[in-house]
């Protein structure tokens, strides 16, 4: 008698964070969910959507769709904490073999997921989507964001110019992910930091199909100095560097004004004063703004409060709890 060789099932989990994202979400769902249908017969996918505290219909939409369908699971935040923690909140929640994430919106186009998991099946532990460019944005966004990059890459060494949070996280991946202890996070950042072996796939960033960005300017500034004050502390450099200029200005000014006084060329007035006072100033109130930064950080990093806090799940999901210490410890 002979046996049939049949290929493991593996179980892929999709953990989409969403906010607000009522209008077009049940195309979007049913646009993402055609796409794990092209999937090879050996995967068994599903949904995790991750409701970051929505004030609109979105709650209501995904339960409704959890209601529909089975390969639907939901897990509403009991308030917005922010995608970085929604993401966290998903592979806390997942027990997938492998898990993808991506955007509500369309952004992450969805017809990327069969080739994405042919690449994680050929042995890729990380799969990632890397923007061709961001036509879709604004000339000055486009700016700000590749002056963000070249800057990160300068002080941390890590070239995530184009990346993005479409990415397929292997299992040993994800647990790598979740043992880090660090509070404030940077997902793209920390899963290159990891340097598992990855795969690019690059794409074309398609117009939002419905809603608008969550991301205005200042939360997109906040959230980029906050991903370059947690992966390196070379700015606080700037500190000494800038003493030292302070004081080479002050010494050339000093010696010019000690040359005019012996000279018998010095003139009446505070001019000279005015400028070491506007200066030296200037820096000190510039190096306490930099290590109040640092010292926040490592504020929110000893308080150690958890990175969310779940409103409610599905029973599917309330299984998964006791597979490690529960997430709303973490």
Same mark, same amino acid.
């Given at each position: 008698?002979?046996?049939?060789?049949?290929?493991?099932?593996?179980?892929?989990?999709?953990?989409?964070?969403?906010?607000?994202?009522?209008?077009?979400?049940?195309?979007?769902?049913?646009?993402?969910?055609?796409?794990?249908?092209?999937?090879?017969?050996?995967?068994?996918?599903?949904?995790?959507?991750?409701?970051?505290?929505?004030?609109?219909?979105?709650?209501? /939409?995904?339960?409704?769709?959890?209601?529909?369908?089975?390969?639907?699971?939901?897990?509403? %935040?009991?308030?917005?904490?922010?995608?970085?923690?929604? /993401?966290?909140?998903?592979?806390?929640?997942? $027990?997938?073999?492998?898990?993808?994430?991506? $955007?509500?919106?369309?952004?992450?186009?969805?017809?990327?997921?069969?080739?994405?998991?042919?690449?994680?099946?050929?042995?890729? $532990?990380?799969?990632?989507?890397?923007?061709?460019?961001?036509?879709?944005?604004?000339?000055?966004?486009?700016?700000?964001?590749?002056?963000?990059?070249?800057?990160?890459?300068?002080?941390? *060494?890590?070239?995530?110019?184009?990346?993005?949070?479409?990415?397929?996280?292997?299992?040993?991946?994800?647990?790598?992910?979740?043992?880090?202890?660090?509070?404030?996070?940077?997902?793209?950042?920390?899963?290159?930091?990891?340097?598992?072996?990855?795969?690019?796939?690059?794409?074309?960033?398609?117009?939002?199909?419905?809603?608008?960005?969550?991301?205005?300017?200042?939360?997109?500034?906040?959230?980029?100095?906050?991903?370059?004050?947690?992966?390196?502390?070379?700015?606080?450099?700037?500190?000494?560097?800038?003493?030292?200029?302070?004081? %080479?200005?002050?010494?050339?000014?000093?010696?010019?004004?000690?040359?005019?006084?012996?000279?018998?060329?010095?003139?009446?007035?505070?001019?000279?004063?005015?400028?070491?006072?506007?200066?030296?100033?200037?820096?000190?109130?510039?190096?306490?703004?930099? %290590? *109040?930064?640092?010292?926040?950080? /490592?504020?929110?990093?000893?308080?150690?409060?958890?990175?969310?806090?779940?409103?409610?799940?599905?029973?599917?999901?309330?299984?998964?709890?006791?597979?490690?210490?529960?997430?709303?410890?973490?």
């Amino acid at each position: 008698m002979t046996t049939k060789n049949t290929q493991p099932i593996r179980h892929l989990t999709l953990v989409v964070p969403v906010y607000n994202e009522a209008d077009g979400l049940r195309q979007h769902v049913d646009e993402i969910l055609r796409q794990l249908e092209a999937l090879p017969a050996s995967i068994r996918s599903d949904l995790l959507m991750v409701d970051d505290g929505s004030t609109d219909a979105t709650t209501s /939409i995904v339960q409704a769709l959890c209601e529909q369908r089975d390969d639907i699971s939901l897990l509403a %935040l009991n308030r917005n904490f922010g995608k970085e923690a929604a /993401i966290m909140a998903g592979l806390d929640h997942s $027990d997938a073999d492998a898990v993808v994430v991506m $955007d509500s919106d369309l952004q992450h186009p969805p017809a990327l997921l069969p080739k994405m998991v042919d690449l994680w099946l050929g042995g890729a $532990d990380v799969v990632e989507a890397v923007k061709v460019s961001r036509n879709t944005r604004s000339g000055l966004y486009r700016y700000f964001a590749n002056a963000f990059y070249r800057i990160f890459d300068a002080l941390t *060494g890590l070239d995530l110019h184009n990346h993005s949070d479409y990415k397929l996280l292997d299992r040993k991946v994800i647990e790598a992910y979740r043992s880090l202890p660090e509070r404030t996070r940077f997902f793209r950042g920390l899963v290159s930091w990891m340097h598992f072996p990855a795969a690019q796939i690059p794409f074309e960033e398609p117009a939002r199909a419905a809603g608008e960005s969550k991301w205005g300017a200042l939360r997109l500034l906040k959230l980029s100095w906050q991903s370059i004050s947690s992966f390196t502390a070379l700015p606080l450099q700037l500190v000494t560097l800038l003493g030292g200029v302070t004081f %080479l200005v002050s010494l050339v000014l000093g010696a010019k004004a000690l040359y005019d006084k012996l000279s018998g060329q010095a003139l009446d007035g505070f001019t000279t004063v005015i400028l070491l006072l506007l200066i030296i100033g200037s820096v000190l109130m510039f190096s306490l703004g930099l %290590l *109040g930064s640092y010292v926040a950080r /490592i504020y929110d990093e000893i308080k150690a409060r958890p990175h969310y806090l779940v409103d409610h799940r599905n029973s599917r999901l309330s299984a998964l709890e006791g597979r490690d210490k529960k997430p709303e410890e973490r």
